[in-house]
């Protein structure tokens, strides 16, 4: 089993900065079959990210996915009040399927 | 519009049997994947496993193997999560997800149905 760790576990940020978020993987992750979801409270996760860099329908560009082989990076530009979350990784690349632990971007 | 719509919040008692749905629209359902993912209460997320409704194979996380059965109607675009004897520790949301790619395996989850909260307790 693939175990994805992400870092680092709670980022205090303002509004306006930019925020970076690790995922680093225990092996390879096959083809960059790696994924990243935004969480609300109280809601179910959504889709910001796949194949490591290419946003999904309807994400704006001020989120940007990277990386490759075991280290992947999530980057919110200039965060805006509503990107305020937990975000989690997860891998698609070998069965089981994973997700790493989040990091809970907050507001400082 | 592709949707999923789950069930409603459950309470349970310890050995009850429970079972929650999924209701696919807007798509052909036979021929995407949908998976079953636990949250625990302010835990992240667990893949238990899919199902492809098409012809209803299935694949579990050995995590919950045996601790839990999927299964399918694809003639009303419907996934089912079903426990026969539930826990307290079974508590949990559980959320299904569409597969985005048709017909593969392996894929990213795009979209996910609402959940449904599951209360086990005495």
Redesign the interface.
Known sequence: ?IVLTQSPGTLSLSPGERATLSCRASQTITSS?L?W?QQKPGQ????LI?GASSR?TGIPDRFSGSGSGTDFTLTISRLEPEDFAVY?C?Q???????????TKVEIK | EVQLVQSGAEVKKPGESLKISCKGSGYTFTKYWI?WVRQMPGK????MGIIYPGDSDI?Y???FQGQVTISADKSISTAYLQWSSLKPSDTAMY?C?RH?REGA???????????TLVTVSS
Do not use: K, M, V
């Not at chain 1, 179910?44 to 889709?47: D, H, N, T």
């Not at chain 2, 395996?105 to 959940?115: N, R, V």
């Open positions: 089993e079959f994924a979801y179910a996760p959504r889709l796949y999904a989690y997860q698609y690349g070998r069965s089981p399927l994973t997700f790493g632990g989040g | 998976a992240g997320l667990e893949w694949r996380s050995p995590s959320y997800a985005d395996t392996l894929s990213y989850f795009d979209p996910w149905g609402q959940g």
